[in-house]
């Protein structure tokens, strides 16, 4: 019997759901490893998947305060997981990165798990259900997003 699109979304949705609780559970374990909280993680991860920002783009990104942002900005320093460093372009301006010692240390959590993602998906999938599987989640994200903004901008 053929299932009907809204059918199939619906699975779509749940397994992603999953998908997302499972991550989050990894993450909660990971975490305790690096020895930071899960929002110091989420922040330290925002930070190392753009490249480096602002702590105002952080903490838009991170649902989070100015004051509370700045708080997890000196945490992840004390770690060594991050640093603040001056804007090339503008001296005013502060960026925060990631240190070499945060991708020896994650290394150790999340290198296993990155070559068993490889392998897996590599075999499992073609280069273009791949370029779909990640169109999925750029569109995801971004309905996420719109979400989040709806929700912060209601109360």
């Known amino acids: ?3 009907s699109k809204q059918h199939l979304v619906d699975d779509l949705i749940r397994e992603f759901r999953a998908s997302g609780n499972e991550d989050n559970a990894f993450d909660a374990v990971a975490a305790q490893r690096l020895g930071v909280n899960e929002t110091d ?4 991860n925002i930070i190392e998947n753009s ?3 602002s702590a105002g783009e952080l903490a838009a990104r991170a649902g989070l305060s100015a004051g509370a942002v700045t708080g997890v900005i000196d945490r992840l320093q004390r770690q060594g997981l991050a640093r603040r460093v001056s804007d090339a372009s503008d ?9 070499p010692a945060f991708y020896r240390r994650a290394e150790r959590i999340w290198g296993p798990m990155a070559a068993d993602w490889h392998a897996t998906l590599a075999e499992r ?3 273009k259900e791949i370029q779909l599987i990640s169109d999925f989640l750029r569109a995801t994200t ?4 719109r979400h989040r903004e709806r929700l912060r901008e209601s109360r």
């Open 41 to 44: 993680l989420r922040c330290v």
């Open 51 to 53: 490249g480096g920002l």
């Open 91 to 99: 001296r005013r301006r502060v960026e925060v990165e990631v240190t």
């Open 142 to 145: 971004e309905v996420a997003r």
């Open 1 to 3: 019997m053929q299932r």
């Open 125 to 127: 999938f073609t280069t």
